[in-house]
Each structure stands twice: as structure tokens, then as C-alpha cells.
Nanobody, 114 residues
Framework: QVQLVQSRGGLVQAGGSLRLSCAAS????????MGWYRQAPGKERELVAH???????NYRDSVKGRFTISRDNAKNTVYLQMNSLKPEDTAIYYC????????WGQGTQVTVSS
């Protein structure tokens, strides 16, 4: 089993920045990919970014150049640095880890005001 604990989100004005973190514990050696999803009200959950154990990253087009995903393997933690935030980035953000199965964090609300 893998447990994922996310940091708090928050309320930020458009153009602002926020960093999310997600700490993994448990059977972390089974994890080969970590990432972030988000779900806005009335919309499906969508992939924001993911990162492999070797640091290869992938982003959805709408966040490229604004968001950066990174991981600290020593701390078993993945981060999502979000810059130039837009109101359309408002959503609940979920950390995810892929190993023997998909594991999910508890979710954290990010609200961007215009």
C-alpha cells in the first residue's frame, strides 16, 4: 500500500503562484510514476502533469510554461509549482502515484480569483 498526503491549496489572485506538495509513504518502491490531476466543478478529472522516477515530465497543453512538476526522491515527495495562475485553473487538485495500482491523495482546493 501507498499513502499520499497533500499539502493545503489556497486562494490566490490571477497571475499569482502556489506550490503543492505530495508526500508518499508505505510501499514507495513500487511507484514508478507520480503526478497531479485536477477536477473543476462539473468537469471530468484531467491530468495536469506527471513525472517518472528518472525525472521525465509530461504536461497538459494548457499548463505548459506555467506549471512545473518536480520530485525529491530522498523525501518521496512530488511538487507542483504553479505560476501565472488563471481562474480556469480553479479546481480540486489530486496527487496520484502509479505502481501496483493507482493511488490517490486526499485532494486540495485551489481557487484563482480574477
Amino acid at each position: 500500500q501507498v499513502q499520499l498526503v497533500q499539502s493545503r491549496g489556497g486562494l490566490v489572485q490571477a497571475g499569482g503562484s502556489l506550490r503543492l506538495s505530495c508526500a508518499a509513504s508505505g510501499n514507495i518502491f513500487s511507484i514508478n510514476l507520480m503526478g497531479w490531476y485536477r477536477q473543476a466543478p462539473g468537469k471530468e478529472r484531467e491530468l495536469v502533469a506527471h513525472i517518472t522516477v528518472t525525472g521525465l515530465t509530461n504536461y497538459r497543453d494548457s499548463v505548459k510554461g506555467r506549471f512545473t512538476i518536480s520530485r525529491d526522491n530522498a523525501k518521496n515527495t512530488v511538487y507542483l509549482q504553479m505560476n501565472s495562475l488563471k481562474p480556469e485553473d480553479t479546481a480540486i487538485y489530486y496527487c496520484a502515484a502509479w505502481g501496483q495500482r493507482t493511488y490517490w491523495g486526499q485532494g486540495t482546493q485551489v481557487t484563482v480569483s480574477s
